[in-house]
């Protein structure tokens, strides 16, 4: 039998959330409002529970538009443990390899950045890698696994964009 | 994302009634957008008082619209809520767009951003 990983660790944790559902926007749109609800009755505080969702948003909508792009759509499966305030993430899906250019540093727009230039896309990558830590993908037996932590604190606003382009890996 | 449109004065001010701005409804947001803002209003309000959700896609889905106004038309945001508010903070675009408290601090204020953008 093959090895899960989100079956190791986590198991009897009281604070663990698991999901799994059909990667769609309507079913990923629910999973996000599920998450903030468990968050929230675990007594975790609003701003995280915002910041949750915005991260896990961007985590889901890529796999969706992504890993099962022109392909039957498949299942997203993640498990979440809060741990010394921080949430521990590990997110898996069965769809296509993340391309070599995975883990993004996403874009950000320039202070002379004309209207008719600005991005339109490319900012979920960009949130995911400012607002976690520890970010670490890999793909074990036809199954992506993204790996995060979320700290539950407000990180400081990077200074400049340059960093943010070249600092691919904390 | 329903969306209703107000003429204040010679303003366009477009209000999101729905709680979401996601990638449920950002190509839904932008059609609708576009045939509420018209041709005419030489400004736009878009009030997000309600949107209490935005990910990527949604705000893609507000560049779009701005963009889709043509260079010479003015557009405005108001009444960020915070999870909304923080998304245009960390990615920088609060800096791109001109973000009232409310839509009459909007459609009073001197219109400043298509002198820069």
């Known amino acids: 039998m093959k090895m899960d990983m989100l079956s190791i660790g986590g198991l009897g944790h009281k604070q663990t959330i698991y999901q799994s559902f059909c990667a769609s926007d309507t079913a990923t749109r629910q999973a996000l409002t599920d998450l903030s609800q468990k968050l929230q009755e675990f007594g975790v505080d609003s701003d995280e529970v915002e910041k949750v969702e915005t991260i896990l948003a961007e985590v889901y909508n890529n796999i969706v538009e992504h890993a099962f792009s022109g392909v039957a759509p498949g299942v997203v499966r993640s498990r979440m443990t809060v741990v010394d305030a921080a949430l521990k993430c590990l997110v898996a899906d069965n769809g296509r390899p993340l391309p070599e250019s995975g883990l993004l540093a996403g874009n950000l727009v320039g202070p002379a950045a004309c209207r008719k230039d600005l991005p339109e896309g490319g900012f979920g990558w960009f949130l995911i890698r400012h607002l976690t830590r520890q970010l670490y993908h890999q793909r074990v037996g036809g199954t992506n696994y993204l790996e995060f932590v979320i700290p539950f604190e407000e990180p400081a606003k990077c200074p400049t964009a340059l960093r943010v382009r070249t600092r691919l890996c904390d | ?117």
């Open chain 2, 1 to 117: 994302m329903e969306l209703k449109q107000e003429n204040i004065g010679g303003t366009v001010v477009v209000h999101c009634l729905g709680e979401r701005l996601d990638s449920l409804v950002a190509i839904k947001f932008k059609d609708e957008f576009r045939q509420l803002a018209g041709e005419d209003a030489q400004r736009v309000v878009l009030n997000m008082g309600a949107v209490k959700f935005m990910d990527s896609s949604g705000l893609g889905a507000v560049v779009a619209v701005f963009k889709l106004l043509g260079p010479d038309r003015v557009f405005d945001l108001a009444c960020l809520t915070p999870a909304v508010d923080r998304v245009f903070r960390l990615t920088r675009m609060d800096s791109v767009f001109s973000i009232f408290d409310s839509v009459d601090a909007a459609v009073a204020a001197p219109p400043k951003s298509a002198m820069f953008i």
